[in-house]
C-alpha cells in the first residue's frame, strides 16, 4: 500500500498557507489529501487557521481569530507576505474548503485547536452537511476534543498528534478508538521499531512534517501510511522513485 502525501496547510512551501490558493495548488500537485487547523470565530463560524493570534499569516491583522467575528476577519489579509504571486488571500471556513475539494477526492485531515464538545460537535456537523465524513481526518493536541469527537461520532477516524513524549503511543491512540497517531518526524527516527510497532497494533501512522528530502526517503522506505508535508510535489516525485506508480 502507497504512502499517502497529505499536504500540511494546504501547498504550503509555495502558497499561503490554510489559504484556499494553497489547497487549490496541492490538489493540482496532486496531492491526496492536504491538512488544515480550525477555530471558532465570535460569531460561531468556523474559521481555518494555524494561528490564533493574527499578525503573522495576516500582517494586517490585530487581535485573535476566536474574539473576531467572520466579517471582521475577513478584512485581513492571510497571504503570509507572499505579496508578488499572492496580493490578496482571505481567511476560509471549513465548509468553504470542503465545497472547493468536493470533486477531487482529497481527503482532509482537520486539526482541532480549541476544546469544547459544542466546538466539536459544529465541527462534526460541517462534514456530515457537505457529504465530507467518510474523508475527514480529526487529529489535534487537545485529545480530550478527539475524544468528545468519538462520543459524537463513533465512527469518526481520530489521529491525536504528539512530539516524543507519549510511552507506546500506538497503545494509547486505542484506548480511545483513534485509528491513527500523528508523531512528529523526530520519535518516527529515534524509536526502534516505531512503525512496525504501530502496525502490529492495527494503528495508522501519519508523521508530520516532513520536508527533507533525505526525510520524505526514510519515511517512504520504512512505510509510514502517510506524510504530512509543506511540499507536495516533492514528496509525490520521492514517493514515485521509491514506492512506483
Same mark, same amino acid.
Given at each position: 500500500?502507497?504512502?499517502?502525501?497529505?499536504?500540511?496547510?494546504?501547498?504550503?512551501?509555495?502558497?499561503?498557507?490554510?489559504?484556499?490558493e494553497a489547497f487549490r495548488l496541492a490538489a493540482e500537485m496532486h496531492a491526496d489529501g492536504i491538512e488544515l487547523d480550525v477555530y471558532k470565530t465570535a460569531d460561531g463560524q468556523i474559521?481555518?487557521?494555524?494561528?490564533?493570534?493574527?499578525?503573522?499569516?495576516?500582517?494586517?491583522?490585530?487581535?485573535?481569530?476566536?474574539?473576531?467575528?467572520?466579517?471582521?476577519?475577513?478584512?485581513?489579509?492571510?497571504?503570509?507576505?507572499?505579496?508578488? #504571486?499572492?496580493? $490578496?488571500?482571505?481567511? +476560509?471556513?471549513?465548509?468553504?474548503?470542503?465545497?472547493? *475539494?468536493?470533486?477531487?477526492?482529497?481527503?482532509?485531515n482537520v486539526e482541532i485547536k480549541m476544546q469544547g464538545y459544542d466546538f466539536v460537535r459544529m465541527i462534526d456537523e460541517c462534514a456530515k452537511?457537505?457529504?465530507?465524513?467518510?474523508r475527514v481526518i480529526y487529529s489535534s493536541f487537545l485529545h480530550y476534543a478527539l475524544y468528545d469527537m468519538k462520543r459524537i461520532d463513533p465512527d469518526a477516524f481520530t489521529a491525536p498528534l504528539?512530539?516524543?513524549?507519549?510511552?507506546?503511543?500506538?497503545?494509547?491512540?486505542?484506548t480511545f478508538g483513534a485509528k491513527a497517531i500523528h508523531p512528529h518526524l523526530g520519535p518516527v527516527f529515534g524509536i526502534e521499531n516505531y512503525v512496525?510497532?504501530?502496525? #502490529?497494533?492495527? $494503528?495508522?501512522?501519519? +508523521?508530520?512534517?516532513?520536508?527533507?528530502?533525505?526525510? *520524505?526517503?526514510k519515511m517512504f522506505e520504512l512505510g509510514v501510511d502517510a506524510v504530512i508535508t509543506n511540499r507536495p510535489d516533492v514528496a509525490l516525485a520521492i514517493r514515485k522513485e521509491i514506492q512506483g506508480e
Amino acid at each position: 500500500m502507497k504512502t499517502l502525501v497529505l499536504a500540511h496547510r494546504g501547498a504550503s512551501a509555495y502558497a499561503p498557507e490554510n489559504t484556499l490558493e494553497a489547497f487549490r495548488l496541492a490538489a493540482e500537485m496532486h496531492a491526496d489529501g492536504i491538512e488544515l487547523d480550525v477555530y471558532k470565530t465570535a460569531d460561531g463560524q468556523i474559521a481555518v487557521s494555524h494561528d490564533n493570534r493574527l499578525g503573522r499569516c495576516a500582517k494586517d491583522g490585530t487581535g485573535t481569530v476566536t474574539e473576531q467575528t467572520m466579517d471582521q476577519l475577513l478584512k485581513y489579509n492571510f497571504n503570509n507576505g507572499m505579496d508578488e #504571486k499572492y496580493p $490578496v488571500c482571505r481567511i +476560509p471556513t471549513l465548509g468553504q474548503v470542503y465545497d472547493l *475539494l468536493y470533486d477531487t477526492g482529497l481527503i482532509v485531515n482537520v486539526e482541532i485547536k480549541m476544546q469544547g464538545y459544542d466546538f466539536v460537535r459544529m465541527i462534526d456537523e460541517c462534514a456530515k452537511a457537505h457529504k465530507m465524513c467518510d474523508r475527514v481526518i480529526y487529529s489535534s493536541f487537545l485529545h480530550y476534543a478527539l475524544y468528545d469527537m468519538k462520543r459524537i461520532d463513533p465512527d469518526a477516524f481520530t489521529a491525536p498528534l504528539h512530539g516524543g513524549e507519549l510511552f507506546e503511543p500506538w497503545n494509547y491512540a486505542k484506548t480511545f478508538g483513534a485509528k491513527a497517531i500523528h508523531p512528529h518526524l523526530g520519535p518516527v527516527f529515534g524509536i526502534e521499531n516505531y512503525v512496525s510497532d504501530c502496525h #502490529k497494533a492495527g $494503528v495508522r501512522i501519519h +508523521p508530520w512534517t516532513v520536508d527533507a528530502e533525505e526525510d *520524505l526517503r526514510k519515511m517512504f522506505e520504512l512505510g509510514v501510511d502517510a506524510v504530512i508535508t509543506n511540499r507536495p510535489d516533492v514528496a509525490l516525485a520521492i514517493r514515485k522513485e521509491i514506492q512506483g506508480e
